[in-house]
């Protein structure tokens, strides 16, 4: 009789065992959906932003240029300006990529990729 009470105990434990597995794997599973969810939505809306911030830039140009043309008369010399200050932001841009958009971003994602381990530990403590 003692031996069917520990074999029906090691195979209970047994199958708890192999269902904490699963629920540990679902668990994983489900916690990468939730970052990969997050982080695809992080990245649509900075694209989108940087789209409509694109979008503003070239309106505000063709507007300098044209403001550009009547102060100088020629429609030549105001697009060139607009063009010159253009290369010009775009070369600030380029230098300061690094500070001004690769750390952030970077900082960002990181920060989604960890906010719920930072959660959890903080409820531990």
């Known amino acids: 009789m003692p031996m069917e009470n520990k074999d029906n105990y090691f195979t209970q434990l047994k199958d708890e065992l192999i269902d904490y597995g699963k629920t540990r794997v679902d668990l994983a599973k489900i916690t990468t959906y939730e ?15 940087c789209f409509l911030l694109f979008l503003t830039l070239i ?35 380029w230098i300061f990529r690094k500070t001004l958009i690769e750390k952030p971003v970077t900082n960002a994602v990181i920060k989604l990729l960890f906010e719920n381990e ?6 531990q403590s």
């Open 59 to 93: 309106m505000l140009s063709f507007t300098a240029a044209h403001y550009f043309s009547t102060i100088t008369g020629s429609t030549i010399y105001g697009f060139a300006i607009v063009a010159v200050i253009d290369c010009c932001l775009l070369l600030l841009f």
């Open 35 to 49: 970052k990969t969810a997050r982080i695809t939505a992080y990245i649509f809306a900075f694209l989108l932003f």
């Open 118 to 123: 930072t959660d959890e530990q903080d409820t």
